[in-house]
């Protein structure tokens, strides 16, 4: 039987296709990815932190192709293709995430509007464990007007 799971649990709910960030209980700033157990606020003192649903849609904020094979624990194509990497302004959030564009998005541009998606990354155990990340996909013109 197939199954299917985050390349990253963490940082990514494959299920509902939902980047989780933290959230500090003591002055509601939000953070991504949610790699620290303390408040990274300069301003507070805060250690309580909480699993917080980050935007799935947002503003491109900048973007770029990178012609270069990451380190791992990036899994490149064999040969390796450039991609593009999209810095996201989340709609309620107030932070920018970078993401992949996925590659049948359409191309974007600074100030176009993207959603997440989930997409298969690579499969493992002879196709039977499949994992999955988040990409950004260009939302087309009636999705936007949402």
């Known amino acids: 039987m197939k199954t299917a799971r985050s ?6 709910d494959a299920e509902t296709t939902t980047l989780i960030g933290r959230r500090c209980t003591a002055c509601s700033a939000v953070f991504f990815p949610p790699t620290a157990d303390y408040c990274r606020n300069p301003h507070c003192q805060g250690d309580q932190l909480v699993h917080h649903q980050l935007s799935d849609r947002g503003t491109v904020w900048s973007w770029t192709r ?3 094979k990451p380190p ?9 293709e450039p991609y593009v990497v999209v810095a996201v302004e989340l709609d309620d959030d107030q932070m920018v995430v970078l993401g992949q564009l996925s590659d049948d998005s359409e191309v974007v541009e600074v100030g176009d509007r993207v959603e997440l998606a989930c997409e298969e990354l ?3 155990g002879g196709q039977d464990d499949v994992l999955l990340v988040w990409r950004w996909t260009k939302q087309t013109k009636v999705e936007a007007d949402r």
């Open 122 to 124: 690579l499969s493992e």
């Open 66 to 68: 990178n012609h270069y």
């Open 72 to 80: 791992a624990p990036y899994v490149a194509p064999d040969p390796f």
């Open 7 to 12: 390349a990253v649990p963490a940082w990514f």
